[in-house]
Nanobody
């Protein structure tokens, strides 16, 4: 298993930026899919972004495309989520997740089932 610890959340005004970090420890060699999900109060969990192993291909949820950027520092076992042009609707708890390669989830890594390790979450609040 992999242990994940998120940081970087906080309160920001609309239009501002935040960068979330996710530090991994444990069996980090098993990490292939590294993703971010979020859950707003009263809403379902939502896929935000994923970065895959190897070439580091990325994918984003429709609501964040063009504003958020996911990146990965393999030497530090850390994944980042740069969030720009934040909107009040981005307010949520953000969760980092990691999962091993799975042929079933290849191309479906926007699904929570692709991940077997989750962080405790970090809160992001965007004021209008």
């Amino acid at each position: 298993q992999v242990q994940l610890v998120e940081s970087g959340g906080g309160l920001v005004q609309a239009g501002g930026s935040l960068r979330l970090s996710c530090a991994a420890s444990g069996r980090t060699s098993s990490m292939y899919f590294m993703g971010w999900f979020r859950r707003a109060p009263g809403k379902e969990r939502e896929f935000v972004a994923v970065i895959r192993g190897g070439a580091g291909v990325t994918k984003y949820g429709d609501s964040v495309t063009g504003r958020f950027t996911i990146s990965r520092d393999n030497a530090k076992n850390t994944v980042y989520l740069q969030m720009n042009s934040l909107k009040p609707e981005d307010t949520a708890d953000y969760y980092c997740a990691a999962g091993p390669y799975s042929s079933y989830y290849s191309g479906r890594d926007y699904l929570a089932g692709a991940y077997d390790s989750w962080g405790q979450g970090t809160q992001v609040t965007v004021s209008s």
